[in-house]
T-cell receptor
Framework: DQQVKQNSPSLSVQEGRISILNCDYTNSMFDYFLWYKKYPAEGPTFLISISSIKDKNEDGRFTVFLNKSAKHLSLHIVPSQPGDSAVYFCAARGRGDSGGSNYKLTFGKGTLLTVNP | GAVVSQHPSWVICKSGTSVKIECRSLDFQATTMFWYRQFPKQSLMLMATSNEGSKATYEQGVEKDKFLINHASLTLSTLTVTSAHPEDSSFYIC???????????FGPGTRLTVT
């Protein structure tokens, strides 16, 4: 049962235009959402996050929107640059299987973004 | 800052042997380290969470006796895949956190191939 879904495996955008990456989740107990960027043969790097009590967070060219009622979040990149080409993972924070004070991140499958010059 | 390394970056081993993967936080002390597994075109799946000096907490479905995790210091955690089989072939990624789980810094990953 996939609790975090990224339904678009890939997205191609022209340089300078907006990139919109989407993510849906099913667990209403998630309290924090993050976006990671991953290049081949490297580990994911943190990009931007949003608390479940907010609906928008902006950091430079990156903005994350959260729609709790729809259990949907999106990452907007504008303007897109060729260096943004990478796999983007959506992640959600929730309690670990063992309960207690442990939190864990649940990741989506990722979306490969290609920004064409 | 916040650099995490993994060693080896790739390893090929024969079925039945054990393989150890190291995860190090190079410029900070990691109170918590996480081990993930990723199959091709799949998401990162959390295997276990380890806190320095205590036993690791494993996710449901992950065999504790097969995937041994040791977090002996604030900068080093190891994952040992015991009696490896071809189905254990995967990409293993660790991450380290200073204190809050949402601030995880990931290593570059280790590609394990079991023949």
């Amino acid at each position: 049962d996939q609790q975090v879904k990224q339904n678009s495996p890939s997205l191609s955008v022209q340089e300078g235009r907006i990139s919109i990456l989407n993510c849906d989740y099913t667990n209403s107990m998630f309290d924090y959402f993050l976006w990671y960027k991953k290049y081949p043969a490297e580990g994911p790097t943190f990009l931007i996050s949003i608390s479940s009590i907010k609906d928008k967070n902006e950091d430079g060219r990156f903005t994350v929107f959260l729609n709790k009622s729809a259990k949907h979040l999106s990452l907007h990149i504008v303007p897109s640059q060729p260096g943004d080409s990478a796999v983007y993972f959506c992640a959600a924070r929730g309690r670990g299987d063992s309960g207690g004070s442990n939190y864990k991140l649940t990741f989506g499958k990722g979306t490969l973004l290609t920004v064409n010059p | 800052g916040a650099v995490v390394s993994q060693h080896p970056s790739w390893v090929i081993c024969k079925s039945g042997t054990s393989v150890k993967i190291e995860c190090r936080s190079l410029d900070f002390q990691a109170t918590t380290m996480f081990w993930y597994r990723q199959f091709p075109k799949q998401s990162l799946m959390l295997m276990a969470t380890s806190n320095e000096g205590s036993k690791a907490t494993y996710e449901q479905g992950v065999e504790k006796d097969k995937f041994l995790i040791n977090h002996a210091s604030l900068t080093l955690s190891t994952l040992t895949v015991t009696s490896a089989h071809p189905e254990d072939s995967s990409f293993y990624i660790c991450s380290a956190s200073r204190d809050r789980v949402n601030e995880q810094y990931f290593g570059p990953g280790t590609r394990l191939t079991v023949t």
